[in-house]
C-alpha cells in the first residue's frame, strides 16, 4: 500500500480516536464543571467531520485498483453513525434556546403617556405530551406547531428533540429508531 494512502488511514484513525474522546466526555460529563466545554466539543466534531469527509475522498481518488472501497465505505458509516449520536448527545447538554413561547414571557404594551412602556408577565406555556391517543391529538399538533415546529429560531434538530421529549407511549415507539438528525425531523 503506498504511503500517502497508509498516512492517510492513520489521520483517519486520530479523527476516529477524538471521537472516542467526545464520548469519555459524555460519559463523564458534568454540567458544573464541563458545561461550557459542550460548545467548543461541538465546532471540534463538526471540523472532524469536514475533515473526515475529506480524508475519504482522497481516500477514494487515491485507491485506483478498488482495495479499499469496503474500508472506506465501512468507515464512513461507522462514522457517521457516531457523529450524529455523539452531536445529537452534544446538543442536549446546551440549554435549549428560547422557544417563542419562553422568550420572556412578556408582551409589551404601550400605554400612551410619554411613550412609556411596561409589560405584563404570561405564564409559561408547557408544551403538551401526546400518547397516540386520536382525540389528543388535534391539540398537540396545533401547539406543537404553534410552538415549536414554526419556529425559525430552532434547528430541525433541536425541533426533533423536543418532539421526541413530548412523545409519550406508542406515539413515542413509532419514531424511536430514528436518530436525532436535520433530515429524520421531517419524516417524524
Do not use: C
Request: proline share 4%; no cysteine; aromatic share 10%.
Amino acid at each position: 500500500m503506498a504511503g500517502k494512502i497508509k498516512d492517510k488511514l492513520r489521520k483517519r484513525d486520530r479523527i476516529f480516536a477524538a471521537l472516542d474522546r467526545h464520548v469519555v466526555f459524555l460519559e463523564e460529563y458534568n454540567p458544573e464543571t464541563k458545561k461550557g466545554q459542550v460548545q467548543s466539543r461541538l465546532d471540534k466534531l463538526e471540523a472532524s467531520w469536514e475533515e473526515f469527509n475529506e480524508l475519504q475522498e482522497d481516500l477514494s481518488e487515491e485507491d485506483t485498483k478498488g482495495e479499499l472501497e469496503d474500508d472506506i465505505t465501512k468507515a464512513y458509516a461507522d462514522f457517521e453513525e457516531r457523529y450524529y449520536e455523539i452531536r445529537a448527545s452534544l446538543l442536549g447538554k446546551l440549554e435549549p434556546p428560547p422557544s417563542p413561547a419562553n422568550l420572556d414571557n412578556t408582551i409589551g404594551r404601550n400605554n400612551g403617556a410619554l411613550g412609556a412602556h411596561t409589560a405584563v408577565r404570561l405564564p409559561q406555556i408547557s408544551l403538551p405530551e401526546f400518547n397516540g391517543d386520536f382525540e389528543g391529538w388535534l391539540s398537540f399538533k396545533s401547539t406543537f406547531v404553534s410552538l415549536i415546529h414554526d419556529s425559525n429560531e430552532l434547528s430541525d434538530v433541536q425541533k426533533f428533540h423536543y418532539l421526541k421529549s413530548a412523545l409519550k407511549g406508542e406515539a413515542a415507539k413509532l419514531i424511536e429508531s430514528l436518530t436525532i438528525t436535520n433530515g429524520n425531523y421531517m419524516i417524524a
